[in-house]
Structures are given as structure tokens and as C-alpha cells.
């Protein structure tokens, strides 16, 4: 079946270091979605990409959608406390696109 | 409201009870999900409504968990006879439109003893 998947499940980084987190698809994508989730928090919408080889930035975050349509990726520049949190992609569902298929996140810490 | 809220935030159940959890999403968006989150894992889809149509029930795990969204505003769900495995972070979100961002209410945490 259609699956999204996230590398890493976990990072912790140094305060200032960067961070990359990975979304690949089992297929191709019509748009995808980053989402955002503190701990004990609940998720909140970053970002959609739609176009093939789009990148989008926010401040210190740039999004990418890959040229196949089937993977994508976050970068954070010089990571601060405050991005700690679980990053997801989702994707829509080939079957109906307003189902959403979230990968299973990506965890970050950041030692301060 | 300004955002989408749920009730309660919390709820202590003891297995083989019935409990309600209440979704009041933003006002105007016509499509509204309901989620399950299990500790440290990622978002299951349950059901989807749109409008006044029939709701996408596909995700729905047993037919203990049924919902039901009135006059296409305000969501329950509810779950029947609980189970231990039923005890997760159960999420609402709606949206505008089916393929906009999803706007996610506070979670209710459920626990079953």
C-alpha cells in the first residue's frame, strides 16, 4: 500500500547546528504538507508544496519537494530550543485526496 | 473561537464503559477529521466528514467507534465498551477545503484502566 516514510526518527543536535529531516513517498505526490507538533502539543501546519522541485523558505527553515514529486525535506539553519518538536510530512492519499498519510515524524532535541 | 477546540482534554475510562469526545472546528471549514495519536507515533486517520455528505468512516478500527457531526458544524465521537488498546491522543482537525491545511484542536487524551 501507499506508505510515507521520515528519516531520521530521532535527532538531537547542539544548539546552532543544523538539522535535516527526510520525507520519501511510495508514490507520487500531488502536493505534501509539513506539520509541526511540540511535545504534549498538537500539530500545527507549516507549509505546503506543490510544484515539482519547489523550495519554500521560512526564516530559518527551507522546504524542498523533490523533481519526481515523491520525496521531500526540511532543513533547519542553525537550529534554536525553540524547534524542538516532531516534524511530519503527509501526503494525500491516491484513493481520495482529502486523506492525508503522515509519516511517522521525526523527533528533534536540542541541547541548549 | 479562533481555533478548533475539544472536550474534554483529558478522560479516565474504565474498560467496558462508553465515552464521548466532543470536536468544535473552526467556523466555516466544511471538512473535518478525526485522528488517533498512540504514544510517540504518527497520526491514524479514522473519519473524515465533508458537508452534508456521507462521512469516509474507512479508518474506523472496529465498529465499537462510531461519530456523527451535526448540522455540519460540531463532532463527537464516540467509542463503545473501551478498550486498554483504545487509550491514545484522539485529534480533531477541519479544514476549508478538502485539500487545504488542516487546522488540529488540542487532542483528548484518552485513558482506559
Known amino acids: 500500500g501507499q506508505q510515507v516514510m521520515q528519516i531520521p526518527q530521532y535527532q538531537h543536535v547542539q544548539e546552532g547546528e543544523d538539522f535535516t529531516t527526510y520525507c520519501n513517498s511510495s508514490t507520487t505526490l500531488s502536493n505534501i504538507q509539513w506539520y509541526k507538533q511540540r511535545p504534549g502539543g498538537h500539530p500545527v501546519f507549516l507549509i505546503q508544496l506543490v510544484k515539482s522541485g519547489e523550495v519554500k523558505k521560512q526564516k530559518r527553515l527551507t522546504f524542498q519537494f523533490g523533481e519526481a514529486k515523491k520525496n521531500s525535506s526540511l532543513h533547519i539553519t542553525a537550529t534554536q530550543t525553540t524547534d524542538v518538536g516532531t516534524y511530519f510530512c503527509a501526503g494525500p492519499r491516491l484513493d481520495s485526496s482529502y486523506k492525508l498519510i503522515f509519516g511517522s515524524g521525526t523527533r528533534l532535541l536540542v541541547r541548549p | 473561537g479562533a481555533g478548533v477546540s475539544q472536550s474534554p482534554s483529558n478522560k479516565v475510562t474504565e474498560k467496558g464503559k462508553d465515552v464521548e469526545l466532543r470536536c468544535d472546528p473552526i467556523?466555516?471549514?466544511?471538512?473535518l477529521y478525526w485522528y488517533r495519536q498512540s504514544l510517540g507515533q504518527g497520526l491514524e486517520f479514522l473519519i473524515y466528514?465533508?458537508?452534508?455528505?456521507?462521512?469516509?468512516k474507512s479508518g474506523l478500527p472496529s465498529d465499537r467507534f462510531s461519530a456523527e457531526r451535526t448540522g455540519g458544524s460540531v463532532s463527537t465521537l464516540t467509542i463503545q465498551r473501551t478498550q486498554q488498546e483504545d487509550s491514545a491522543v484522539y485529534l480533531c482537525?477541519?479544514?476549508?477545503?478538502?485539500?487545504?491545511?488542516?487546522?488540529f484542536g488540542p487532542g483528548t487524551r484518552l485513558t482506559v484502566t
Open positions: 467556523s466555516g471549514h466544511t471538512a
Open positions: 482537525a477541519s479544514s476549508f477545503g478538502t485539500r487545504d491545511e488542516q487546522y
Open positions: 466528514f465533508q458537508g452534508n455528505s456521507a462521512p469516509d
